[in-house]
Structure formats: C-alpha cells, structure tokens
C-alpha cells in the first residue's frame, strides 16, 4: 500500500506500483474548489453534479464581494490498514482585502474504486468542504469596517487632508409628494448649475424613500447659499464630514481628491476595495492611495436567515500618513497670487539648502493639469542660465566681450532682441551685460562656442533631468543633444527644442542657490511610502501638450522652423555643479535685478535678490504669443513664476514674484 504524507510519498508492502495515487485527485478538488468548476473533478457516489456544486459554491460565497479564494492540497495520506481510503488536506486562503488574509483547514476523504478493470480515486463532497463546519443552506456574509484614512501631511507634520465638515445636498423624496419630485429634482439641479433632465431622472430612479446627493459642499463655502438650496420643495442638507484640503482648489492638481470608489478601481483592487468604499481618485491621493487607506476591519459570517455566527475577524489597521514638504502659508499665498491670471500659469517656491518644494501652485484658469511640475514649455531666457554655465566652463568670465547686435542671422534666419532692448546694451559687451538685459543676439552668436552637448551638460548640471524619478509625476526639462544651425542656436537662447516646467526652472534657481546640483523633493519617505509609477500615469492626468512651445523663437523673432523630432537625451550622470561656478552665476543674476531686467526686485528686503527673466515666443491659437517666465533666489529660497501667455518676463512674471517674495517674508 502506499502513504502519502506531507505530499511526500511512502511505499508499503503489497502495494502495486500501477495503482493510482490520490494525489492528482486531491489536486482536482482543489482546483475546483478555486475555480468553481468541478467539471474534472471525480466524484463518489451519492455527490451533486458538477454544475449543482458550482451553483452552491457560487450560492456560499456571494456575500463576499467577489473575492476569490486560493486553494491548495497540504498532505494526503492513505490508510495503512485500507489502500483503498485516503484523507486529503485542503488550505483554504481568501485575501479580502485586510491586514492579514483569512486562512482555514479542511479535510476529505477519498476513495480508490475498481471498475472495468480500472482503478481511479473518487472524493466524498460535503458542504463543510468550503469553509469550517458549513451547513447546507448557509452562506458567508462580510461586515466590514472601514480603516481610518491616512492624511496628507504638510512639511511642518501639520495636516493638510483631514476630515472636515461638508453639506451633502440633494432631493429627499420623502420632502415631497411623487407627483412633485420631478419639478423638485430639476429646481434643484438648475440652482446648481446641473443638467436638469439627467438628475430629475437620477431622482425617479431612486427607491421611494431615498436620499438623492445632487452635490456635495464644503462647510463654508459661500460660493454656495445653502440657506436658499434648503428652501427648494423637497431639498434636504445632510451633516457629514470628508477628507479635504484647507480650501476647495488647495494644490488639487498635485494632490488630487478622494471620493466613492469607481467601478475601475474596485475591479482593479482584487477585492482590495468594494463598492461604497472611499479611495483616492487622482494625484497623490490616488497613486499612494494603497497607502493612505490602510486596510478594513473585517467579519465573515455564517448565516442561515436570522441566524449567524462567526468565522473570523480582523481589526481595521488605520492607513500611514504620506508626509509632503508643502507649506501651506505659501501653497495658499501663491494660489491668491494666482486667482486672476488667465490661463496656465504657476508659482513654484523651493527651499535650496534642501531641494524641498514648498508650494507648486497652478493657476486656476488654466486647464486642470498641474503646470507647476508637468508643464512643457520653452523657457525663454531663463534657460540663459544653462547658457551662461556652458560658456563659463568653455573658458569665458563674466567680463569676456561678445558681439550684441541688433540682429543676428543663422543660415538665414534672423534673431532679434525684445522690443524694448536698451539701445546702451548694444554693440561689444561683456557677459554680464549681455546676461543681465537677456541680449539675444548676443547668446546666439555663442552658439559656436558650446555644442549641443555642452549646453545640454551644463543643464544636467543646473538638475535639470530629463527623467527625474522624483515620486510625484513630473518633468523638469528636455534639451536636444543634436541641434546644429538655426536650432542650436534657438537653444542657446530656451527656445527651438528645448522644453522646461516651472519645477525645473525652480530647480535651476536652487542648484545657483545651494552651490550644488539640487534634486526637488516634495514626499518624504516614510513607511509604508511606494513609488512605482511615480512618474507614469498614477497621476490620473496627462501633460500639456508640448507642440506649441516646440516651434518657438527668440523673443522677439517669428517662429523657428522646429525639426521633427528630438534626439534622445543621455542618462549619464551630470557633471557635479561647483561652489565657484554657482558663485559667477549669482553675481549675473544679482545683475539681472540691479541694473537689468528685473529691477523690480530691488526693492524687496534682505537678503538681496537674484534673478533671470524669460520671454519665449510660441504659436498660439491667434498667431505668435508670449510665454512670460521669471526666477528668483532670496536667502534659503529660489522661486518660478510662468504665465503661459503674457507680455514679457519682467512685465508679466515679475509682479508675481515680487507679490511671493513680500509675502513670504
């Protein structure tokens, strides 16, 4: 006879070698058990067909959402005194979405029957096969707890997504007669500006005695009268609180809302999340959601009508808090900033002495992307920073002279300055004139002494990656390795190719600042803290298209015949940015604020102010418009301003920058 122990097997005397082992049908059983097909699975006598034991499997289970279970053999073992009867163990493991899964033990006989000549195992079935000691007529059922939800923190560890109170406003129908619940619905749908027809219909398809949520309000928000919604026939307000930030738009783009559980979420989750279920919906929220939720309490019973009784619990375990470097004095200030600029714009502050992002603000007029860290952009003359590198490192000082004239030509494209280029800046100048009232001609005409490559490593330098894996979606910058000509020499000047976010011109700012090449950070890294996909599409957004910014020219030229395609950047390390290189930066950018253009700077307090100003020419809907750029470093803080259509950089991002910096202090 033969044992099987451990799904080890064991030889017994008079056992023949051609008899089957019980194992292959244990294997089947367990099989089924998974999948609810017994259609390959042998049966003994007197067992329901495979498709009654799929139906009472499918009748057992249907209470817990969906979730599939894992089953696996664990040991069979023969009789040593009948080789014809075995015991298999079968490891139930159900993973419901909860700290721990919920795991059993079951066991069944088998049975080796003769006939025809033939030898084959057979299992006995019993309804206790699908959970311990289930009785015919019982089927599981879940209670669920939900986990306290982890909130997002600022940089201080103060919290900026917490619960807070809100109204949840919609038709009662138990507020008014069925005959008036259609002009009800809509009345209220008007008010809020919803589509009448689509919520009146919501309201008839609701029970007779439901709740129906047109719209949920933040406490506090007057751009809502809650007071003349109530008045409406059959309007009712619910008290109820959710987690939110300290304002209706407060960095939404970058860390997005949480709501009811989508179809898509709850069917990618693996029972994970249910219906019902708060889940992060977008931005941080959604892409460290597994995080924030943490996982649900749990109960599964055994119930048969009025009766039950439990098979296993586990405790909610509260999610972990995702900890930010935001500051929400300057996220806030920034968005005020904001409130009345037109378009995509965005204000991003960066703290130098530890790359940490202290606001990334997006304007609110824009198109709902976070502009602040994903926008696409040609940079204009900020980017004459990178410029400036490329030519120091090529052996050039500050008081090396150029040629800044009026115009210059590249294989017959001419480059031209603002229009209102000082006429005392024209002619030979040194660097730090050039630099400091963003000559141009002059940068253009250098475009011979730094290549392609030169240009792009003194941009690594300034940590502008062109795929940074910073935890949050974001692009800083992309700089081509293979102009030559006309769209080097745009390049030269943050145009042609070249494409750059508010984050990574911030980040030019902060390596000047700090002295070394500076890599933003805006999660902290905590327990629990994930950060695949960081830069993909867990953002629930795309970004700004770049096509219109990739035609761009100089300031005040037409548009650059923009080449088809971009060369693929090397991921080499970048060259380290030194103490005395960022020094020499710092004097031309002091320039640019005490006698060039940014002098609308000097009036803020100490410490003094250095700057850059940018203005890059694109092809917008109306024909060629501005993009308008600023940066700025003040003691232990380096900012950007952008505005994606606007007049010139000091005209346009300067009072931006010069509001942030009075304001932060």
């Known amino acids: 006879m033969l044992a099987i122990v451990g799904l080890g097997i064991v030889g017994f005397a008079g056992c023949s070698p051609h008899r089957p082992t019980p194992k292959a049908e244990a294997d089947a059983l367990a099989a089924a058990l998974t999948s609810g097909d017994f259609?390959?699975?042998?049966?003994?006598?007197?067992?329901?067909?495979?498709?009654?034991?799929?139906?009472?499997?499918?009748?057992?289970?249907?209470?817990?959402?969906?979730?599939?279970?894992?089953?696996?053999?664990?040991?069979?073992?023969?009789?040593?005194?009948?080789?014809?009867?075995?015991?298999?163990?079968?490891?139930?493991?159900?993973?419901?979405?909860?700290?721990?899964?919920?795991?059993?033990?079951?066991?069944?006989?088998?049975?080796?029957?003769?006939?025809?000549?033939?030898?084959?195992?057979?299992?006995?079935?019993?309804?206790?096969?699908l959970a311990p000691d289930l009785a015919?007529?019982?089927?599981?059922?879940?209670?669920?707890?939900?986990?306290?939800?982890?909130?997002?923190?600022?940089?201080?560890?103060?919290?900026i997504i917490t619960q807070r109170p809100v109204w949840r406003v919609g038709i009662d129908k138990t507020h008014v007669d069925a005959s008036g619940q259609d002009?009800?619905?809509?009345?209220?749908?008007?008010?809020?500006?919803?589509?009448?027809?689509?919520?009146?219909?919501?309201?008839?398809?609701?029970g007779p005695k439901a709740f129906v949520e047109a719209i949920t309000v933040r406490q506090g928000d007057a751009t809502y009268d809650i007071g003349a919604l109530r008045k409406l026939a059959g309007v009712n307000t619910v008290n109820d609180s959710l987690p939110l930030a300290p304002t209706r738009l407060f960095a939404r783009p970058i860390l997005g809302q949480v709501g009811q559980a989508t179809k898509e979420i709850v069917d990618g989750s693996h029972g994970a999340i249910v219906a019902g279920d708060l889940a992060g919906l977008s931005g941080l929220e959604r892409q460290y959601d597994e995080q924030l939720r943490g996982r649900p309490g749990l109960t599964v019973l055994a119930t048969a009508g009025a009766v039950k009784r439990q098979l296993f619990h586990t405790d909610a375990v509260a999610g972990v808090p995702l900890q930010t470097t935001l500051d929400v004095r300057l996220q806030t200030v920034a968005e005020q900033i904001l409130a009345p600029v037109q378009g995509n714009a965005a204000l991003v502050v960066l703290r130098p002495s530890t790359g940490e992002i202290l606001a990334a603000a997006s304007g609110p007029n824009g198109d709902g992307t976070s502009t602040a860290t994903v926008g696409q952009y040609a940079p204009g003359s900020t980017f004459k920073v990178a410029g400036a590198l490329a030519l120091l490192r090529a052996g050039l000082t500050p008081d090396s002279t150029m040629p800044c004239p009026g115009k210059a030509v590249v294989d017959g494209y001419a480059f031209n300055n603002v229009s209102d280029y000082p006429a005392s800046a024209l002619g030979d100048i040194p660097l730090r004139t050039a630099f400091a009232h963003s000559c141009n001609t002059a940068f253009v005409g250098q475009a011979g002494t730094?290549?392609?490559?030169?240009?792009?490593?003194?941009?690594?330098?300034?940590?502008?990656?062109?795929?940074?894996?910073?935890?949050?979606?974001?692009?800083?910058?992309?700089?081509?390795?293979?102009?030559?000509?006309?769209?080097?020499?745009?390049?030269?000047?943050?145009?042609?190719r070249v494409l750059a976010s508010p984050l990574g011109m911030v980040t030019v700012a902060a390596s000047v600042a700090a002295g070394h090449t500076v890599t933003p950070v805006l999660v902290k890294a905590s327990a629990g803290t994930a950060t695949a996909g960081a830069n993909g599409a867990a953002s629930g957004g795309t970004s700004p298209s770049a096509s219109a910014s990739a035609s761009s020219s100089g300031a005040a030229g037409a548009a650059v015949p923009s080449p088809s395609s971009s060369a693929t950047e090397p991921a080499t390390p970048a060259k380290p940015l030194t103490q005395e290189e960022a020094t020499t930066l710092r004097t031309l950018m002091r320039g640019v604020v005490t006698d060039g253009t940014a002098t609308m700077l000097r009036d803020i307090p100490a410490p003094e102010v250095d700057a850059k100003t940018g203005t890059a020419q694109f092809q917008g809907p109306q024909g060629l418009a501005n993009h308008a750029w600023m940066i700025a470093i003040h003691g232990d803080l380096a900012v950007a301003a952008f505005v994606e259509t606007g007049d010139l950089g000091a005209t346009t991002a300067g009072p931006l920058v010069h509001q942030l910096l009075v304001a932060a202090g």
């Open 136 to 159: 015919d007529g019982e089927v599981l059922t879940e209670q669920r707890v939900a986990a306290e939800r982890g909130t997002v923190l600022a940089g201080n560890g103060d919290a």
């Open 39 to 129: 259609t390959h699975v042998a049966l003994a006598a007197g067992a329901p067909d495979a498709a009654a034991l799929t139906a009472a499997r499918t009748a057992a289970f249907t209470g817990l959402d969906g979730a599939d279970p894992a089953v696996s053999v664990t040991s069979v073992s023969v009789d040593p005194k009948d080789s014809t009867k075995a015991t298999a163990g079968l490891h139930w493991e159900w993973d419901l979405g909860t700290a721990k899964p919920w795991t059993y033990d079951v066991t069944t006989q088998l049975d080796l029957v003769e006939a025809g000549g033939t030898s084959a195992w057979k299992a006995h079935w019993r309804t206790s096969l």
């Open 183 to 206: 002009a009800a619905a809509r009345a209220l749908a008007t008010a809020l500006g919803m589509d009448p027809a689509a919520y009146a219909a919501q309201v008839a398809a609701a």
């Open 450 to 496: 730094v290549d392609a490559n030169a240009l792009l490593a003194a941009a690594r330098s300034l940590g502008l990656d062109p795929a940074p894996s910073l935890g949050f979606p974001a692009f800083l910058a992309s700089v081509p390795t293979d102009s030559t000509g006309t769209d080097h020499a745009a390049s030269m000047i943050g145009q042609g």
